[in-house]
């Protein structure tokens, strides 16, 4: 799945020359918590989130003036605080993602930058935004991954996710299937990994339940035992 595949295409915006009190009832009014904003011309210019309005002026002294570090002496400060221009108040440099770039790094993106929305752009005019919201969605929607039926087929199903997910060895581990029901085998370097290899196999469709019956060693292969 892409952006373009969740996006929400109908969105609003704000100008740089709106004050701050409707940009904030605009955000109650439609329950979002951050909203772009557009140029004359459409292109990006920032986004205002509700982060941006906690240094207001109108909340109290200790609210824009920072830490007893910066206090009044920074203008940034000041004008994020006092302006009643969006344009003032926005968070400039926005980070945007393209219609085709795919929903896992646009889950990475968000993750890097500590955000809740990503816009879209197309020759840098917004096209569309994704949300924490429709991310959630999307793997609300998600389809399991079909697996051949059969113990065997399980197995090889279970051992492939666990080499390429969690990165073990086919020296380190054994996999048996019985009725649906896995066993795993072997020898991982931490308990973080033996968790992980749970989780991996359980997440194969299919798989009834897992015992986990690896070992946390200081080895993660049985190649590099002596």
Not at 65 to 90: A, L, N, Q, Y
Not at 196 to 210: N, P
């Amino acid at each position: 799945m892409q952006a373009a595949d969740i996006m929400t295409r109908k969105v609003l915006t704000l100008s740089p020359d709106h004050s701050v009190k409707h940009a904030a009832c605009l955000m109650l009014e439609n329950h979002v918590s951050g909203l772009p904003v557009p140029d004359d011309n459409g292109n990006l210019v920032g986004i205002l989130s509700e982060g941006d309005l906690l240094r207001r002026a109108e909340l109290g002294p200790a609210a824009w003036r920072g830490t007893e570090s910066r206090r009044v002496k920074d203008p940034d400060i000041f004008i994020k605080g006092h302006s009643w221009r969006v344009g003032d108040v926005m968070t400039p440099g926005v980070v945007t993602v393209a219609e085709d770039t795919s929903i896992d790094r646009i889950a990475a993106v968000m993750t890097a930058h500590d955000i809740k929305r990503v816009p879209v752009v197309r020759a840098g005019a917004i096209v569309g935004i994704v949300s924490r919201s429709d991310i959630l969605q999307a793997i609300a929607a998600a389809v399991p991954e079909v697996t051949a039926a059969g113990d065997q087929s399980l197995r090889c199903a279970v051992l492939a996710r666990l080499c390429s997910d969690v990165g073990l060895s086919k020296d380190a581990i054994d996999v048996t299937v019985e009725d649906g029901t896995v066993s795993l085998f072997g020898e991982v370097e931490s308990e973080a990994k033996r968790e992980a290899a749970r989780v991996a196999a359980e997440a194969v469709s299919g798989v009834g339940c897992v015992t986990n019956k690896l070992r946390v060693g200081i080895s993660s292969s049985l190649s590099e035992r002596p």
